[in-house]
T-cell receptor, first 112, second 113 residues
Framework: GQNIDQPTEMTATEGAIVQINCTYQ??????LFWYQQHAGEAPTFLSY????GLEEKGRFSSFLSRSKGYSYLLLKELQMKDSASYLC?????????????FGTGTQLKVEL | DGGITQSPKYLFRKEGQNVTLSCEQN?????MYWYRQDPGQGLRLIYY???????QKGDIAEGYSVSREKKESFPLTVTSAQKNPTAFYLC????????????FGPGTRLLVL
């Protein structure tokens, strides 16, 4: 089966750095997506890792280790608007095409 | 503007009634997806379609049906067989970029009266 694990909640301080971890056990794994979702809104794409290593995009970075089944999202210089749910999703290749399997999301609260 | 639209934003269903959620995209994407999200939960895949006139069941297809007669449109019907339909429904599409990135519509919140 497919299994994606990430912490349910995290709290951090404005201006700080936070790391959100994600572990996965899936078949047909092709890569790892991170999405941000504010309450009541649609998820928005943050990053995709297909190779091992760190991908940096402004204040956000994402890391993947395929051998360990592990990824993390790193958010720097936290702002209040970063309070949201962060969804980890495994990109799966199947006979029927591409699909994503999502974790339950990590609710990040940024405090003053 | 290019994007994905879903309608209505809120939908109310009576017991025993079928309802259809609309999803339209003008991004020229080949693939489209339907997800369900319950409070505090991640997204669960209902159905997906890689090309017109073809679709596949996702992880929770029971009680739902879809059609893909046009590339731009992928409507989802929640049938009376779906006993717990109250949820936030999200439609997504993906094109031929390197990663098959999925982009989401604004969602429809379905409530049972």
């Amino acid at each position: 089966g497919q299994n994606i694990d990430q912490p349910t909640e995290m709290t951090a301080t404005e201006g700080a750095i936070v790391q959100i971890n994600c572990t996965y056990q899936t078949s047909g794994f092709n890569g790892l997506f991170w999405y941000q979702q504010h309450a009541g809104e649609a998820p928005t794409f943050l990053s995709y890792n297909v190779l091992d290593g760190l991908e940096e995009k402004g204040r956000f970075s994402s890391f993947l280790s395929r051998s360990k089944g592990y990824s993390y999202l790193l958010l720097k210089e936290l702002q209040m608007k970063d309070s949201a749910s962060y969804l980890c999703a495994a990109h799966i290749l199947t006979g029927g095409g591409n699909k994503l399997t999502f974790g339950t999301g990590t609710q990040l609260k940024v405090e003053l | 503007d290019g994007g994905i639209t879903q309608s209505p934003k809120y939908l109310f269903r009576k017991e025993g009634q079928n309802v259809t959620l609309s999803c339209e995209q003008n991004l020229n994407h080949d693939a489209m997806y339907w997800y369900r999200q319950d409070p505090g939960q991640g997204l669960r895949l209902i159905y997906y379609s890689q090309i017109v006139n073809d679709f596949q069941k996702g992880d929770i297809a029971e009680g739902y049906s879809v059609s893909r007669e046009k590339k731009e449109s992928f409507p989802l019907t929640v049938t009376s067989a779906q006993k717990n339909p109250t949820a936030f429904y999200l439609c997504a599409s993906s094109g031929r970029d390197r990663f098959g990135t999925q982009y989401f519509g604004p969602g429809t919140r379905l409530l049972v009266l």
